[in-house]
């Protein structure tokens, strides 16, 4: 019914969103001038450098991974990590991220909102801490 079809469509608006980080991260990527096609977990390069976490993490994002099949509240999970990138990407800038209109910023507050509303769906979680 309509519960399903608002899963798959909150589903899909958490993988879009994904989108703008991914893209962050490629650009890095390329600024770097990186070797290889794809983080190696055992490649000596990609071990020694600053942004193998987000190589990983895109790795995982790969389509080859079957990353868009996966569950929403995997979705969910690696967006939450793309706002921490992006957030960690932007605090070096000098401006207020709650008014800023740059790209980062109003991506960052959409992502955070589009988490918040995918997060109320979820049933409670008593292992989770409510403060």
């Not at 955070?112 to 995918?118: G, N, P, R, T, V």
Request: with cysteine.
């Amino acid at each position: 019914g309509t519960a399903v079809l608002r899963e798959i469509a909150m589903r899909q608006q958490l993988l879009a969103a994904l989108d703008f980080p991914r893209s962050r991260v490629l650009a890095l990527i390329e600024e770097r001038g990186c070797p290889g096609a794809q983080f190696g977990a055992d490649d000596e390069d990609c071990g020694a450098c600053e942004i193998n976490r987000e190589c990983h993490w895109l790795t995982l994002l790969n389509e080859d991974s079957g990353f868009a099949e996966k569950a929403a509240y995997t979705v969910n999970a690696s967006l939450r990590y793309g706002v921490q990138l992006i957030g960690d990407m932007s605090r070096d800038a000098t401006h207020d991220p709650a008014n800023c209109t740059c790209d980062a910023c109003e991506w960052l507050r959409a992502a955070e909102q589009l988490i918040a509303e995918f997060e109320e769906t979820l049933p409670a979680n008593p292992f989770r801490p409510t403060h």
